[in-house]
C-alpha cells in the first residue's frame, strides 16, 4: 500500500498549510480502512485531502497523517435505469463530467469551478446556483464512508439513515469519505444570457430574476455602481457554443491573464483599484451561447485569491448587499474582486448552508496577498447580524456557539459525531472551533 512520504501540503490559496507526519495513498476503502486503524493505534489524527480549494484549514492535518484520494479515482458503477453514478471520492469533478457527457449523463447543478475532488467539493458545501436545485452533497443518493474503527460503512435514506443524514455534509468529522453516488440525469444543454446591468436594477428585479431563471447569479464590482448579471436556463437547443477564440479571449485571457495583471497593479498601487474596477466592469458585454451544462457551469480560475462567503436568508439578500455596498463606499478599502451573488433552494442536509431556508450566498474576495484592510471582519459583522451561515471551506471566524444558534440540527450532527469519533481521530483545530470539543 502507497503510504507516501513525509511532506509539507499547502493549499490551492497558499494561505494554509501543513506538515503532517505521514502522507497515505489508499487504492481500495479496505487499505482506507488500514491506514487509519494504523494511525489510531499510534495516537495520531487523520484529515483527508483534495485539491486544496478550501481557504479555511477544515483539511490541515497538522502532525497527523494526510490521506490524499488519488488512487481513489474508480467508478464502480454507472446505472441509468437508477439514474446514479458511484464513483470514487478522489475523482475530480472534472473527469465526472466528461464520464458523464460520454455517457449522455449529467449532474443536475454544479459550482464554477471543477478542478475539485468529489468528495472534497461535496463534503464542505461546494455549491453553484440554482431557483430549484441545490448543491452537490445535495444529489447524493448514497456513500461509502470509512470510520475511526476502520470500518467501511455504506449510508443511505434506507439503509444507517442517522449516518446519511449527517455524511453528506460532513466537513470530514465523522470519517474519511471513500464513494459517492450521485443522481444523475440525461445531458442537457443550457443556454447562458450574460448582461451588464447596474447594481439598483439588479437588485430591484432581483426577486423576479430568481423566480424565473433556472439559474440566476451575479457579480458587483465595488466602487462601482456595475453588475455582471448570468442567466443560464435549459434549452432544447441546437447547441450554439461560443466560437473557440471567443471563449479563450473572454474566459481565460480576458479573465485570467488580464486579471492577473490588473490584480498585481491594484495591490501594488492600491490608489489606482477603483480605475480599475471601472474598467473591469465596462469590459464585461452582453453575450448568449448554448452548450451542455457542465460546460455553461463552470469556467476557469487561474487567478488567486482568498473568499470569504455567507448564506443569509433569501428575505433578507437585498437589504444585505445594500448594506454591504454602503459599507465600501464609507470606507477607505480598495476592493479589486467583485463579489459573487448566487441562490439556492431550502434542502434538508444537517449541516448545509441551505438547511431549512431558501438561500442567498453572498461572497466576498480579496487577491491573494493583499491586506485585509478589515474587509473580511466588517463584512463578517454584517452577514452574523442576519443570521448568516459561513460556507465551511471559505474563511469565517465563527465558533460551534454561534453555529448552533443558526443551524437547527447542529446538536443532532455533533451527537453523531460524539458517537462515531469520540476519541476524534478525525479532528483538528478548525473542527474543535466549529464543532466544539
Not at 443511505?156 to 446519511?164: D, G, K, M, V, Y
Amino acid at each position: 500500500m502507497p503510504q507516501g512520504s513525509t511532506t509539507g501540503w499547502t493549499n490551492w490559496a497558499g494561505n494554509q498549510s501543513a506538515r503532517p507526519s505521514r502522507v497515505a495513498a489508499p487504492a481500495s476503502a479496505a487499505e482506507l480502512g488500514e491506514v487509519i486503524r494504523r494511525a489510531a493505534d499510534e495516537g495520531r489524527t487523520v484529515k483527508a485531502v483534495g485539491s486544496g480549494h478550501s481557504f479555511t484549514s477544515i483539511a490541515s492535518a497538522g502532525d497527523g497523517v494526510l490521506v490524499r484520494p488519488d488512487a481513489l479515482t474508480a467508478v464502480r458503477e454507472l446505472d441509468r435505469e437508477a439514474g446514479t453514478v458511484t464513483v470514487e471520492s478522489g475523482l475530480p469533478l472534472a473527469k465526472l463530467n466528461r464520464l458523464l457527457e460520454a455517457a449522455g449523463l449529467s449532474l443536475t447543478n454544479m459550482g464554477d469551478i471543477e478542478v475539485q475532488t468529489v468528495a472534497g467539493a461535496t463534503s464542505t458545501g461546494t455549491h453553484g446556483t440554482g431557483r430549484d436545485s441545490g448543491s452537490l452533497a445535495a444529489q447524493i443518493k448514497a456513500l461509502e464512508i470509512v470510520l475511526a474503527d476502520g470500518s467501511v460503512q455504506r449510508c443511505s435514506p434506507t439503509e444507517n439513515a442517522e449516518l446519511f443524514r449527517g455524511a453528506r455534509l460532513g466537513l470530514g468529522a465523522l470519517g474519511v469519505v471513500s464513494a459517492i453516488t450521485f443522481g444523475v440525469e440525461p445531458a442537457f444543454l443550457l443556454t447562458a444570457h450574460e448582461k451588464p446591468m447596474t447594481f439598483d436594477e439588479v437588485l430591484g428585479g432581483f426577486d423576479e430574476f430568481a423566480a424565473v431563471n433556472e439559474h440566476f447569479e451575479f457579480y458587483w464590482f465595488p466602487h462601482t455602481d456595475r453588475c455582471s448579471t448570468k442567466r443560464n436556463n435549459r434549452s432544447q437547443g441546437p447547441a450554439r457554443p461560443l466560437p473557440p477564440f471567443k471563449a479563450w479571449l473572454d474566459d481565460d485571457f480576458l479573465s485570467n491573464t488580464v486579471w492577473e495583471g490588473a490584480c498585481r497593479v491594484g495591490q501594488r498601487f492600491p490608489r489606482t483599484v477603483p480605475t480599475i474596477a471601472q474598467a473591469a466592469s465596462r469590459a464585461w458585454s452582453e453575450r448568449t451561447y448554448t452548450d451542455l451544462a457542465y460546460k455553461v457551469f463552470t469556467s476557469p480560475r487561474k487567478v488567486r485569491f482568498i473568499e470569504m462567503e455567507y448564506a443569509v436568508p433569501r428575505e433578507a439578500a437585498t437589504t444585505v448587499l445594500r448594506e454591504l455596498k454602503a459599507l465600501v463606499e464609507r470606507s477607505d478599502w480598495r476592493i479589486s474582486f467583485p463579489v459573487e451573488v448566487r441562490i439556492a433552494p431550502a434542502d434538508d442536509l444537517w449541516l448545509s448552508t441551505a438547511s431549512g431556508r431558501d438561500t442567498v450566498y453572498i461572497a466576498v474576495h480579496l487577491y491573494r496577498g493583499t491586506a485585509e484592510q478589515g474587509y473580511f471582519t466588517e463584512v463578517e459583522k454584517l452577514m452574523t447580524a442576519h443570521q448568516g451561515r459561513p460556507h465551511w471551506g471559505k474563511l469565517h471566524t465563527r465558533d460551534a456557539a454561534y453555529l448552533a444558534s443558526v443551524y437547527p440540527h447542529f446538536a443532532d450532527f455533533t451527537a453523531l459525531r460524539d458517537k462515531l469519533d469520540p476519541g476524534r481521530l478525525f479532528a483538528n483545530d478548525y473542527l474543535r472551533r466549529v464543532l466544539g470539543e
